[in-house]
């Protein structure tokens, strides 16, 4: 079963920042999710629209120039990362969900995503690209045919599993409130794998690997490796 750093080993680290990514490694993940902005050309890493929860930043993170956002501290002297350093600091076999957040073109997100994997020789095999936007991702599917993407919803869609067929999906990136075991199965047949957010417990973490689920995204990477051992 995959362990996702959500935000990285975020309850141990700043989210989202270098440290947690990192950590989340060092904790046996078998990978991260991150959350995006667009800011100018660069992809940075952030999860708020607003700067003031995880930051020692004002205002919004759009409202910025790049350069402000990487003055401020994101947490224990951490700066808010740009998208290719996580590409750089990340091992080779590591699975990377990013999560679009925030973007004010596709063309030139796709540019830059490609350059900074290319760059750090990062492998896009390794990427899943998901989003509560479908309309931006099925933008960068058409752009980008073989990318991985990820369903991602926080409901129990009423079409079933038809977004994430309308999509083109590699995965399904349930809420752990709604998944159940018979939509797991349904995914499943549909030649879907199936990942869960925000999974912290133990007992949830034990149930969704009894009902065969694929991958969940935690806070606690190394207590879900204990877990799941
Ligand atoms: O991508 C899964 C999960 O991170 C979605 O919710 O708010 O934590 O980004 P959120
Ligand atoms: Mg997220």
Redesign the pocket.
């Known amino acids: 079963m995959w362990i996702l750093g959500?935000r990285g080993a975020s309850a141990a680290a700043p989210e989202n920042t270098l440290a947690a990514f990192s950590l989340a490694m060092v904790q046996h993940a078998t990978g991260v999710?991150l959350?995006v902005y667009q800011a100018e050309d660069e992809i940075v890493v952030i999860?708020d629209r607003w700067l003031n929860r995880t930051t020692n930043g004002k205002g919004m993170v759009t409202s910025h120039p790049l350069s402000y956002l990487r003055s401020l501290d994101a947490g224990k002297g951490e700066q808010i990362p740009l998208l290719s350093e996580v590409f750089g600091i990340l091992p080779p076999y590591a699975v990377l969900?990013v999560?679009i957040k925030h973007l004010t073109n596709v063309d030139s997100w796709l540019r830059k995503i490609r350059e900074g994997l290319a760059q750090n020789r990062f492998p896009a095999e390794n990427l899943i690209i998901?989003s509560f936007n479908h309309r931006w991702i099925r933008q960068i599917k058409q752009a980008w045919p073989e990318v991985r993407i990820g369903a991602?919803t926080a409901t129990y869609p009423e079409n079933g599993l038809g977004f994430a067929h309308d999509l083109d999906a590699f995965s399904l990136?349930m809420a752990l409130d709604v998944v159940d075991e018979c939509y797991v199965k349904e995914a499943h047949n549909a030649g879907l794998k199936v990942l869960v957010?925000?999974v912290d417990h133990p007992e949830d973490m034990q149930m969704l690997k009894a009902w065969g689920v694929d991958g969940i995204?935690t806070n606690v990477p190394d207590i879900a490796r204990d877990v799941l051992a």
């Open positions: 959500h999710e959350d999860h969900n999560e998901s991602l990136h957010y925000t995204f």
